[in-house]
């Protein structure tokens, strides 16, 4: 998978060569292109942001900077990139977004700041790529870098031989529906707590019906929509009882 992210502040993504993401790289499971937007400018000051038509607060970035970086970045290759609006105004990023993007062979990130973005730089890339203007949750952010971050991380961690143990992305939180339950680690008791009995069982039977029971508990108490949104059947005799 190839990712490039367009931002004023290039260094913000430093974090992608960090850790897992870094080894991903390195492994050239994917690659990463991070581009300063102000390279687009032709002014003395370097200028991407302009006041806002209708008035109002705050400042709206250029259309012609930005679809100059567009069209070199997005220039047409072997295949068409999605392109990627992180906004407040987006639709909801979740797994199944991520899933679904992993399949990409190319994603771009169009981070704003400021007010965001003129809208006709989106209107003019939808005539050539997918775009997806997206949310990574109900609170404002100052730009769209530090949601760039969280969703390359979410969908980057879902590419083959990127995760250490693979299994551990097929049983995430939301894979099944359900919130992931507690975990535990040694030592068997930590300032006078234990660690569950069944855990320590060898009842793997047991255990899985455990950690089912807690997943169930802690999603009806945490987060009850998402056991209302859970497909017909998901649900076995078992788990009623609960
Ligand atoms: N989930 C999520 C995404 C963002 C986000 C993404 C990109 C940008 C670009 C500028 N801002 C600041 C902004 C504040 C208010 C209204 C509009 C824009 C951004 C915020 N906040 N929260």
């Keep these: 998978m190839r990712i490039d992210v367009i931002t004023i502040f290039p260094d913000y993504l430093n974090p992608l060569r960090e850790a897992l993401l870094g080894k991903a790289i390195e492994r050239e499971r994917i690659s990463v292109g991070v ?16 006041s806002p038509y209708g008035g109002g607060p705050g400042m709206v970035m250029k259309p012609d ?5 567009l069209d070199e970045v997005c220039a047409p290759q072997e295949a068409t990139p999605r392109l990627v609006v992180p906004t407040p105004a987006g639709r909801p990023f979740d797994q199944k977004t991520a899933v679904r993007w992993s399949n990409d062979p190319w994603l771009v990130f169009a981070c704003g700041r400021y007010e965001g973005i003129d809208q006709r730089v989106i209107d003019d890339a939808a005539t050539r790529m997918p775009v997806e203007e997206v949310s990574i949750g109900d609170y404002v952010l100052v730009g769209g870098e530090v949601a760039a971050l969280t969703m ?10 990127v995760l250490g143990n693979p299994l ?13 339950g507690p975990c535990y ?43 209302a949104a859970l497909p017909e059947g998901d649900l076995d005799k078992a788990d009623r009882k609960q």
Excluded: K, M
Aim: charged fraction near 35%.
């Design 35 to 50: 581009h300063d937007l102000r390279d687009w400018t032709h002014d003395v000051h370097r200028a991407v942001d302009d």
């Design 65 to 69: 900077v930005w679809g100059e970086a």
């Design 152 to 161: 390359i991380e979410a969908v980057v961690r879902l590419l083959p031989g």
């Design 168 to 180: 551990s992305a097929e049983q995430d939180s939301f894979s099944d529906g359900l919130l992931e």
């Design 185 to 227: 680690t040694r030592p068997e008791v930590w300032r006078d707590r234990p660690v569950p009995d069944v855990l320590r069982s060898g009842n793997h039977a047991a255990i899985a019906r455990w950690r089912r029971d807690q997943a169930l508990e802690r999603t009806f108490h945490r987060r009850p929509e998402l056991l």
